[in-house]
T-cell receptor, first 114, second 114 residues
C-alpha cells in the first residue's frame, strides 16, 4: 500500500509570494492533518480535515489556509510568505478523525522563504 | 491547556545500553499519550501510544513506555540500544478521547555510540 505522498518535496519562494502544498493520503484514509516543524518552535498543529470539513485548527494566522477534496487529497496554502514560514510542513493521514486513529506521516515539504 | 516537556534535547548512549527518554505532560483531563520517532529527511512514525487500560505499553522496535498518572510522566525505554535507534524522538499528548490535536514536545535527539 502506498504511503502518504507530499508534493513538492522542496520549494524555494520569495517573501510576499504565496505557496500551495499538496498531500495525498493513504488510500481509504479520510482524515488529513497538517503540521509545521521548525527548529525553534518544534512541531505545531496547523489543521485537521475529515470528509472535506475542517475539524480543528491550530493557532496560526489567517495567511495559512487549507482544504480537502472529495477524494481526501488535501492542500494547504500560505499567502504573503514571511521568512519565518520557512519550515518542514508535514501531512498525516488516518482512517478516521481524531487521534484515536493512528496518523501516518508523509516525508514533508521543505519550504524555504528568502 | 495541554503541554509536553521532554527533558534533554540530546541523549547519548552506548550500543547495548539502556535507553531512557523522559516525557512529562500537563493535562486537565485523562490524556492520550504518544511517542513518535523521526529519522533524517523522513516523516514521523508512531512507536507506541497509551489511551486507556494497561499503563505499560509496548511498541515497535523493542520500545516500551509506562503511563504514571501520579508523576504525569510517560517515559520511553528500551533495554538495549542499537545503532539503528539513532533518531529524534517526540512525545505527544491529546485530550478528550483523542478529539483534540496532538501537542508535541520539543523532541530528544538520541545518539548511539559504538
Amino acid at each position: 500500500k502506498a504511503g502518504v505522498t507530499q508534493t513538492p518535496r522542496y520549494l524555494i519562494k520569495t517573501r510576499g509570494q504565496q505557496v500551495t502544498l499538496s498531500c495525498s493520503p493513504i488510500s481509504g484514509h479520510r482524515s488529513v492533518s497538517w503540521y509545521q516543524q521548525t527548529p525553534g518552535q518544534g512541531l505545531q498543529f496547523l489543521f485537521e480535515y475529515f470528509s472535506e470539513t475542517q475539524r480543528n485548527k491550530g493557532n496560526f494566522p489567517g495567511r495559512f489556509s487549507g482544504r480537502q477534496f472529495s477524494n481526501s487529497r488535501s492542500e494547504m496554502n500560505v499567502s504573503t510568505l514571511e521568512l519565518g514560514d520557512s519550515a518542514l510542513y508535514l501531512c498525516a493521514s488516518s482512517l478516521g478523525a481524531g487521534t484515536s486513529y493512528e496518523q501516518y506521516f508523509g516525508p514533508g515539504t521543505r519550504l524555504t522563504v528568502t | 491547556a495541554q503541554s509536553v516537556t521532554q527533558l534533554g534535547s540530546h541523549v547519548s548512549v552506548s550500543e547495548g545500553a539502556l535507553v531512557l527518554l523522559r516525557c512529562n505532560y500537563s493535562s486537565s483531563v485523562p490524556p492520550y499519550l504518544f511517542w513518535y520517532v523521526q529519522y533524517p529527511n523522513q516523516g514521523l512514525q508512531l512507536l507506541l501510544k497509551y489511551t486507556t487500560g494497561a499503563t505499560l505499553v509496548k511498541g515497535i522496535n523493542g520500545f516500551e513506555a509506562e503511563f504514571k498518572k501520579s508523576e504525569t510522566s510517560f517515559h520511553l525505554t528500551k533495554p538495549s540500544a542499537h545503532m539503528s535507534d539513532a533518531a529524534e524522538y517526540f512525545c505527544a499528548v491529546s485530550e478528550l478521547s483523542g478529539n483534540t490535536p496532538l501537542v508535541f514536545g520539543k523532541g530528544t535527539r538520541l545518539s548511539v555510540i559504538a
